[in-house]
């Protein structure tokens, strides 16, 4: 079976717990004794009905305020598919932990309050999941139950949406599905109070959406992770090089270049626990030898000549602030990009973002905590990138305070 990663977003008590909660209920995905300890749970808070969201509201702090804080991972799987799930926090201050958790995903969740309609979490969270290029998009207008299920209030909501997403540059799909979380309409049942809705439920959506063809098959790029030297009787000459393909497909006689030193070599053959490959893609993860002794170390690249990436020190890109301290100008950051680590300095910030408008707002200096803003920074050794657009994995990276090691920014290179 294949595998589908999806994101919830949206604003605070959305219902964002709640739909995952009851999607693994209905879904017959929960243990008994998780069951009897949520009832349980629910019981002592004095709720009226079982607290689906204490499925994935797993801190005491969440517990205790009702909200989601950090991203909880939920894995489930159905007889046609299996399924890892992110639950994101909506509020504004937890950003960061959006941007965290939607960075792997295929198709993100946007859970929109039917009695509040499109508020500025929900273009924050679309513009987000646009920046990272998650193409499907999911409209789950919940709580239908407390507007008496209406279609009109339903329509009203989906045209606005699509008028704010119409100035987004990257979504493929959008598809709209009223729902009560709650009490479980077009979750997985279809829903006899909305007889005027017939699209699909929330399951069988997410069961039969075609996400492939995300992973880049035409650009080759293999980073080195680690290079392997047994120093056995069995493998006395052995020097393989370990890592996981980011791009493209290599195969035994493939010509390659070494990059950023430039030489050129062939592919002697492809290793991997199961034996030798005849082939080898995204995203797998194996070892390679090659035909002559060059000097290759864990953060350089191996590619083909056709489609070469760029290297270079001056990078162009996107960044989300994570630090609770704002960005110092002229930072000086550490830069972890696929295998390779470097020093950065940001040299401009050119715009800031301002998420409700799109608009683009010049002549800052610095970004705060969940800001989003373009830069430009410098790097002090080469490095082998692609757009984000192009490439999800050479086009990312994070920045990384030297004197912390606290990880301060997420980055997309343009």
């Keep these: 079976m294949d595998l589908l990663r999806f994101t919830t977003a949206g604003s605070v008590d959305d219902g ?16 008994e004794d998780q069951l009897d300890a949520m009832e349980e749970s629910s019981r002592k808070r004095g709720d009226e009905n ?8 797993g801190l005491k702090a969440e517990r205790e305020q009702g909200i989601t804080i950090d ?42 309050d039917a009695r509040k309609g499109v508020i500025e979490q929900t273009r924050r969270h679309s513009f987000i999941a ?42 493929v799909g959008i598809t709209a599905i009223p729902i009560s979380a709650l009490n479980g309409d077009n ?25 492939g063809g995300e992973e880049n098959h035409v650009d080759a790029r293999f980073p080195v992770q680690w290079v392997i030297r047994p120093m056995s009787d069995e493998w006395h000459d052995f020097r393989g090089y370990a890592g996981r393909v980011a791009g493209g497909v290599f195969k035994p006689g493939d010509e390659v270049t070494v990059l950023p030193s430039g030489f050129n070599t062939r592919i002697k053959a492809i290793h991997s626990p199961d034996g030798e490959l005849a082939e080898a893609f995204a995203p797998q993860s194996t070892t390679i030898t090659l035909d002559d002794e060059i000097d290759i170390s864990r953060g350089d690249m191996l590619v083909k000549a056709n489609n070469p990436p760029k290297v270079g020190q001056d990078i162009e890109a ?48 610095t970004l705060s905590m969940n800001e989003i803003g373009r830069i430009h920074l410098r790097t002090a050794t080469l490095l082998i990138h692609d757009s984000y657009r192009r490439n999800r994995q050479t086009g990312s990276f994070v920045l990384i305070d030297p004197g912390t090691n606290e990880t301060v920014a997420a980055g997309m290179i343009l």
């Design 50 to 57: 079982v607290n689906l969201a204490l499925l994935t509201d």
């Design 318 to 365: 996107m960044i989300c602030w994570f630090s609770a301290k704002s960005m110092p100008p002229r930072a000086k950051l550490v830069l972890r990009h696929t295998t390779r680590e470097t020093q950065a300095v940001i040299r401009e910030v050119r715009y800031q973002v301002d998420i409700n408008t799109l608009h683009k707002i010049e002549g800052v200096d």
């Design 187 to 211: 979750v997985v049942e279809k829903s006899t109070n909305m007889n005027w809705y017939e699209g699909p439920t929330f399951l069988y959506h997410l069961e039969n959406l075609y996400v």
């Design 16 to 31: 964002k717990s709640t739909l995952i909660g009851r999607l693994l209920y209905d879904s017959k995905s929960i243990f």
């Design 130 to 171: 646009n920046l990272l290029r998650i193409q499907h998009l999911v409209v789950a207008v919940n709580k239908m139950d407390l507007v008496e299920y209406s279609e009109e209030v339903f329509n009203n909501i989906v045209r606005e949406f699509r008028e704010f997403a119409s100035r987004l540059d990257n979504i």
């Design 71 to 112: 991203v909880a991972y939920r894995y489930f799987a159905t007889p046609r598919r299996k399924f890892i799930i992110a639950d994101t926090p909506g509020h504004i201050q937890y950003t960061r932990n959006m941007v965290t958790g939607a960075s792997t995903a295929n198709l993100a969740i946007i859970l929109i």
